[in-house]
C-alpha cells in the first residue's frame, strides 16, 4: 500500500498548477520550530507541540518546493495558517500523519488539505456529515472507507473555503459528488446563504487512500 510521503508525485501529476506536497508518518525527533512559532503556542500538550511542529516543517518543505524561504509561519485570527505573500496552502494532520500543500496564487487561489486514519465512521455521525442525497446515492459503497470517505472531502473543501471568503461550512452546506474511476470529486455549495468561493459555488479536488488512511485536496485554480 502506498504511503503518505510517496504521494506527492501523483498529488502533484494529477492537479498540475505547480501544487507541492511533503507528507510523513508523525515521528521522532520532532522537528524544530521557529522561535515565534513556539512563543505563540504558549501552553499546549506535548502531543500538540508534535502535531504543530510537524506540520510546519512540512509547510516549509512544500513551500521550499516553489522555491519560497522557510519563514515561520503563524496563525490568523481564525485559526488558519497565514502563508507567505503570493501562497496559499493547507496543513493538516490525522493521529499518525501530517502533511502539508501549498502552490503560488498565480496558479491556484484557494487549497485545503485533510488527513484521517482508516477508522470508520461511527454510525451516529452518518446524518450529520452526509446530506440527505449523499447517503441516497451512497457512492462511497466501494470504497474501503466506506462513508468517512465524505468527511475527508468536506473538510478539504471546508479548509479550502474559509480563507478567502471569511465564512464557515456546514456539513449540510456541501454536497459531493466522487467519481471512483478519477480519483476525484466534486463539491457543490447548496446552501444558497453562503458566498460562492471566487465566483463559483463548485469546489473539485482528489481523494487518495495510503497505508492506514486517507487525505483529499481540494482547490480552486485561477481561471477555471
Known sequence: MTTLA?????????????????????????????????DMLGNVSLRRRREFAWGRHHARVAL??????????????DGAPLWPSGVVGSISHSCCDC???????????????????????????????????????????????????????????YKSYAPGTGAFLDFQDVCVRIKHESGSFEAEIVNSDKPMSFGSRIINGIYLPFRMGMMAVAARFRGA
Open 6 to 38: 510517496t504521494l506527492e508525485a501523483t498529488i502533484c501529476s494529477t492537479l498540475g498548477h505547480d501544487i507541492s506536497f511533503s507528507g510523513e508518518p508523525l515521528g521522532d525527533p520532532t522537528p524544530l520550530p521557529f522561535a515565534t512559532e513556539t
Open 64 to 77: 521550499r518546493q516553489l522555491g519560497v524561504a522557510p519563514v515561520p509561519i503563524l496563525p490568523r485570527s
Open 99 to 157: 502533511g502539508a500543500v501549498a502552490a503560488r496564487v498565480d496558479n491556484v487561489l484557494a487549497l485545503g488539505l485533510d488527513i484521517e486514519d482508516d477508522e470508520p465512521l461511527g454510525a451516529d455521525l452518518l446524518p450529520i456529515i452526509c446530506t440527505p442525497t449523499e447517503t441516497e446515492r451512497a457512492e462511497w459503497s466501494s470504497s474501503r472507507f466506506g462513508p468517512k470517505l465524505i468527511l475527508v472531502i468536506k473538510e478539504a473543501v
